[in-house]
Structure formats: C-alpha cells, structure tokens
C-alpha cells in the first residue's frame, strides 16, 4: 500500500491538474461517445435508442472507465517503484520497444487508418509507439547523463544521440505515424538541449530534419495530400484529412463562448470522425464553448510548469532529464493535438493526452506522470509546497550536469 504521507509529498498542483483532466476526459466520452456506442454494440439495428436492451449508449463510458482504473493502477505503482529500478531496466525497456515497433511492421494492424500500429491480442489491442516514447526518455536521460560533458562533442554526443533517436523513430516513421514521429523528435531534441548540447550540432540536426521532411512530403503520396488539403480547408473538398479539418472547425466555432451544453453536440453525430479520440478537443468545445475549454489549454499548461520546476530541483542529472523529458512528451503531444483540432496544423493521428478515448495512450501517460511525481516527493525542495522557507543559497549543478532550465 502506498501511504498517504508519500503521496503528500509530491508535486500536489500538478498531481491536481492531471486528475482533473482525467476527470474531464470520462465526462465528455460518456456526452460525446454515444453516436459511436450505439454503432458498435448495435451495428444491425435499423432504428437504435437507448432504451433498447441491444443498444449500449454507454458502451465507450464503460471501456473508459475500465481503462482509467487499470492506467490508476500502474500509475500507483510506477509512483512506488524506486527510481533505481527505473535507471536499471531503461536499456531493455528501449531495446525491448525497438524490437515491438519491427514486430508492428510485420504484423500490426491499422484499425482503418494509414498507420499500422496497432498490435491485437484477442479482441484487445496496444499501440507500442505510446510506450516507445517512455522508453525513449528513459534510455535517452541515462545515456545523457553519463556522457556528461562529452554530450557536447560532435562525435562523442551528436553523433550517438542522432543514432539513438533514429532508433525509435525510424521504425514509428515506417507505420507511418507523423504525428508521434514529431512528439518523439521534440522530446528527444528537448533533453538533448537540456542535457548541454552544442548549439551548432543542433542546427545541423535541424537542417538534416527539415531537408528529410520536405523529401517525405514530396515523395509519400499521402502525406502530400495531407499538406496539400490543409492548405484548403476553407475550400470545397472531400479529402479525408481535409474533410476532418473542417468539421473540426466548424465544431470549434458552433461552440461560441458557452457552447451547446452536453450531449448536445451535432458535428460528433455525423460529421466529425473519432470524436472520441484524435478530435475530442474539437467535440468537446462544441459542448463547452471557448470559455469552458480554455481551462483545459491552462491545465496543460499547469503541467509544463510543475513539470519543468520538478526537473530544475531534481536531486541528480538523471533524474532531471527523465522529468524534461515526461514534461515535453505530455505538453507536445496535447498542443499537437490541439493545433490539429484548431486546423493549424496537418491532421496528424495523436491522442490528447489523459482526455481522449485510448487504452495505450493513458496507460503510458499515467505511468509517466507516476515517474514525474515520485522524482517530485524524493526532491529535497518538497515542490508541492508553495508556502515553504525558500533556501535563498546559490545552487550550483554538478560536474557534467547541465541546467537550462531555470
């Protein structure tokens, strides 16, 4: 049992601000997915309502819910565990996810998208590539921490750092998962920077980026046509990427400043696919309007700024860069998902993290913020409480440690 006490310890805002996003999350599944309920517990029903004993109008609440208790459970013992065990096992768990990600490949399933990265056991399925990203800040921050100042020679650092990353991605870019290829990008890069790298490296990392993008959209069919359709969304089109911009568009601006109120959204009946999943934002400022929403764009926020101040006063380097990385791993991905769902940027297949409809992502993401919260509670700065004497002496990092975080 974890005692209370423990968890007390911990960084109590950011722990406040990701429950309340769960909670979020179960309350717009159950007004949002009932259109979707009812299609899978009653594909063959003609004229379906909820009072028919066929016909499941909770069936996506139920899954959720099941779903929030296991990822609750692994995120209390991912709290739990000691963070040595974390440090021990961060090469297997990379090499292991490396080796899921080939095995998707060859024998994924696509679940009717462009991506294959799904694995399906027995009518349930698991997205390696939500747990790649662990993986890789895991592995990434002990590596980095060891290489100590040679993380700023160019082949002592950039050039193991490059391969390191290529590593994860090369195989999540071969699905194709764009959108999770630029969370993992992000996330790499961030603690590499963090970790002291070379200003000039990093451009050239860049510029090696931005060439190989610009070669990918122009060569891959359809990821061509993603960037061509999103520069039309407010023409006339039929292009599925094209299509989900716009409905999530007009989702966002039928929602005014108070919304429709729950249950009560039209886009996610007929217009607006995965209401549940990749455009929940979209669906739910339907619901809520602009002034119900915004709170959960500053609770995203919340969490980059607990997340940021626990890695600033972690006790070693390590530990550091493994909070930098969870931190940015969590925000990236939400404000992606975000700017798809606002049409400013390309449609790119990523959950929104704790709130979407999604087994493998809110597993990953729990046990992520239960890493987070334990290096919060080992910290001797105690960061969950604000009203605590401040330690007014310089803090000065150790050899080979970098802090740019400030």
Not at 15 to 22: D, E, H, P, R
Request: charged fraction near 15%; aromatic fraction near 12%; charge should be positive.
């Amino acid at each position: 049992m974890i005692r209370l006490k423990s968890i007390l310890k911990a960084d109590n805002t950011l722990a406040l601000a990701v429950f309340l996003l769960l909670i979020f999350g179960l309350v717009m599944i159950t007004s949002i997915g009932v259109p979707k309920s009812i299609q899978l517990s009653a594909p063959g029903v003609l004229y379906p309502n909820c009072g028919d004993p066929n016909v499941d109008c909770y069936l996506l609440f139920k899954n959720h819910l099941v779903r929030l208790g296991a990822s609750l459970a692994a995120f209390f013992v991912a709290f739990k565990l000691p963070f040595e065990f974390w440090k021990k096992t961060s090469i297997l768990f990379f090499f292991g996810m490396f080796f899921l990600l080939v095995f998707v490949l060859m024998s994924g399933d696509a679940y009717g998208t462009i991506a294959k990265s799904w694995l399906v056991f027995s009518g349930t399925s698991l997205q390696p590539t939500e747990f790649a990203k662990l993986a890789l800040v895991l592995y990434m921050a002990y590596f980095l921490s060891k290489k100590g100042r040679k993380v700023s020679d160019f082949y002592d650092g950039f050039i193991p750092f490059v391969i390191m990353s290529a590593v994860i991605i090369v195989p999540v870019l071969m699905q194709p998962d764009l959108g999770s290829t630029l969370v993992i990008g992000v996330i790499a890069v961030s603690m590499y920077f963090v970790a002291g790298a070379n200003w000039k490296h990093l451009l050239v990392g860049a510029l090696g980026a931005t060439m190989l993008a610009i070669i990918l959209i122009a060569s891959i069919p359809h990821v061509r046509d993603r960037f061509e359709s999103f520069m039309r969304v407010d023409a006339e089109c039929m292009e599925d990427s094209c299509w989900q911009s716009k409905q999530a568009n007009i989702a966002v601006g039928s929602g005014g400043l108070f919304g429709r109120g729950l249950t009560q959204g039209v886009q996610k009946s007929y217009w607006l696919p995965q209401a549940t999943d990749d455009f929940i934002f979209a669906a739910s400022a339907e619901e809520l309007g602009f002034l119900r929403i915004i709170l959960i764009v500053i609770a995203y926020f919340v969490i980059a700024q607990r997340g940021f101040y626990v890695a600033n006063h972690a006790k070693s380097s390590y530990e550091s860069l493994v909070a930098v990385g969870i931190t940015v791993w969590i925000v990236m991905q939400a404000f992606i998902n975000i700017a798809v769902n606002t049409a400013l940027i390309p449609v790119t297949g990523i959950p929104l993290p704790f709130v979407s409809y999604g087994g493998s992502s809110l597993l990953a993401s729990m046990v992520g913020v239960g890493i987070l919260l334990s290096i919060s509670a080992q910290t001797g700065s105690n960061a969950r409480n604000i009203h605590r004497r401040r330690d007014s002496r310089s803090r000065h990092p150790k050899p080979g440690r970098y802090r740019r975080i400030n």
